[in-house]
């Protein structure tokens, strides 16, 4: 099993849409949590990050943990054409240093 | 762009050339990543540096060769190297303290004939 799950998508929505891209994990020791949107030809860049459970919000993105369950999600309201890349789900443990573990993506497409 | 630059953006190599890809960081950080990323595949940490000293090495073939000169430059050496390592490299950097805000580059598309 892997650490962390994530569907790959492609996924493709209309413009205006609202979006829930998820990950599940297994290791219950992960505290922190981390959206990066990677579009194609360029580097991840971190995108929403949140601690233990909970939600936050920035913008039309939302960001829910919900650790009783390992399980995460993002949430684009109103997305845009311009929200088409790849999303990546990563969290990371306490104490943990510097290792981030990673899910595979998902793609996304906001059609017109 | 980010902060985060690495050089050259394509490589196509042969096995038995000897490339090196190179990472800046104009953003101050301490720590600098080497992550290896393949298609439908998580991304893979394969190097970590803390104020220029390897804190992580993970099970990464002897082909690859990190070194970091600086807090600001990290060099990948490549040698030997097989088909399968034919991916997307990605450089990234975090502040010491911040271990999860990683900025990434833009990568570097390596194809090994």
């Known amino acids: 099993q892997k650490e962390v799950e994530q569907d790959p998508g492609p996924l493709s929505v209309p413009e205006g849409a609202i979006v829930s891209l998820n990950c599940t994990y297994s290791?219950?020791?992960?505290?922190?949590f981390m959206w990066y949107r990677q579009y194609s030809r360029k580097g991840p860049e971190l995108l929403m990050y949140?601690?233990?459970?909970g939600n936050k919000e920035d913008g039309r993105f939302t960001a829910q943990v919900d650790k009783s369950s390992k399980y995460i999600s993002l949430f684009i309201r109103d997305s845009q054409p311009s929200d088409s890349a790849t999303y990546l789900c990563?969290?990371?443990?306490?104490?943990?240093?510097?290792?981030?573990?990673f899910g595979t993506g998902t793609q996304l497409k906001v059609e017109l | 762009e980010t902060g985060v630059t690495q050089t050259p953006r394509h490589l196509v190599m042969g096995m038995t050339n000897k490339k090196s890809l190179k990472c800046e960081q104009h953003?101050?950080?301490?720590?600098m990543y080497w992550y290896k990323q393949s298609a439908k595949k998580p991304l893979e940490l394969m190097f970590v540096?803390?104020?220029?000293?390897?804190?992580e090495n993970n099970s990464v073939p002897s082909r690859f060769s990190p070194e970091c000169p600086n807090s600001s430059h990290l060099f990948l050496h490549l040698h030997t190297l097989q088909p399968e390592d034919s991916a997307l490299y990605l450089c990234?950097?975090?502040?010491?303290?911040?271990?999860?805000?990683?900025?990434f580059g833009p990568g570097t598309r390596l194809t090994v004939l």
């Open positions: 990234a950097s975090s502040p010491r303290g911040s271990l999860d805000t990683q900025y």
């Open positions: 290791n219950s020791a992960f505290q922190y």
């Open positions: 949140t601690y233990s459970s």
């Open positions: 990563a969290m990371s443990v306490t104490g943990g240093g510097n290792k981030l573990t």
């Open positions: 953003l101050g950080h301490n720590a």
């Open positions: 540096y803390n104020f220029k000293e390897q804190t």
